[in-house]
């Protein structure tokens, strides 16, 4: 595996709430994660943090899953587990209070990949040249254009765009999507948080992605494109891919 992980400030924010990064559990198969904070000044960034932390520890303390199943029932029970320890954490501290944070995280399996997530911050993979969104939105306006009530346009620019339906840490309990999806050698998989797809377009990513750079060039020219064209929000990004002429960073 090549893994590269970025995470930005941003030109507007005056912290980075945004959290990730890859971890190997017994067997060195690894989990790569994203998670976007939010709650205000110092809550965000504890929520994020907590979630990446407690879901990276309990990975690194399985046995590699054969299949795909026993990885998504492990997603959907752990990240529970997690939300009501940010719930928990968060009725303990006053200036915690209103604390959240989406997640999305990826485990892999000979041939699959397996994406779970939880807000806002979305999973892709370009197979060929071919980009796809695996990961559905759980957010207001997501859930306006799916029942066809606004366009895909109007969503670009809806002034309720940052309204969560759904995020770890809000409710006592958090319903977690699975996604189980084949993985190629020649795939890529790109985890983000909503600072990067807020600011490029999906045929910029694709592009991105497509282009004849490394892997790693492709992580740092994502950020200086979000950032050129507003850096609004918080920039987190991992790429990672099983073809060895990309470059990157081996786990």
Not at 207 to 219: F, V, Y
Request: net charge negative.
């Amino acid at each position: 595996m090549h893994v590269e992980f970025r995470t930005d400030r941003g030109r507007i924010r005056h912290h980075n709430e945004d959290n990730g990064g890859v971890f190997e559990n017994k067997t060195g198969n690894p989990i790569v994660i994203v998670a976007d904070g939010m709650g205000g000044h110092r809550a965000g960034d504890v929520a994020s943090e907590m979630a990446v932390r407690l879901l990276s520890e309990a990975w690194q303390e399985t046995n590699e899953f054969l299949y795909a199943p026993d990885v998504e029932a492990w997603f959907r029970e752990t990240i529970q587990k997690i939300n009501r320890e940010i719930v928990a954490y968060a009725g303990e501290e006053s200036g915690l209070k209103g604390m959240g944070t989406t997640l999305v995280a990826a485990v892999f399996t000979r041939s699959q990949v397996i994406i779970a997530n939880v807000g806002d911050s979305r999973g892709y993979l370009l197979n060929g040249k071919e980009l796809k969104q695996v990961t559905e939105d759980h957010s207001l306006v997501n859930e306006l254009l799916r029942k066809g009530e606004i366009s895909k346009e109007d969503a670009e620019n809806h002034p309720r765009k940052n309204i969560l339906l759904r995020a770890l840490g809000v409710e006592g309990t958090v319903d977690t999507d699975t996604f189980t999806v084949p993985f190629e050698a020649t795939d890529i998989l790109l985890l983000c948080s909503d600072g990067l797809s807020n600011m490029i377009s999906e045929e910029e990513i694709k592009q991105t992605l497509l282009s004849e750079r490394t892997l790693a060039e492709k992580a740092d020219s994502f950020i200086t494109k979000a950032n050129a064209n507003g850096g609004k929000d918080n920039i987190t990004v991992l790429l990672l891919t099983r073809n060895l002429q990309e470059g990157g960073t081996s786990k």
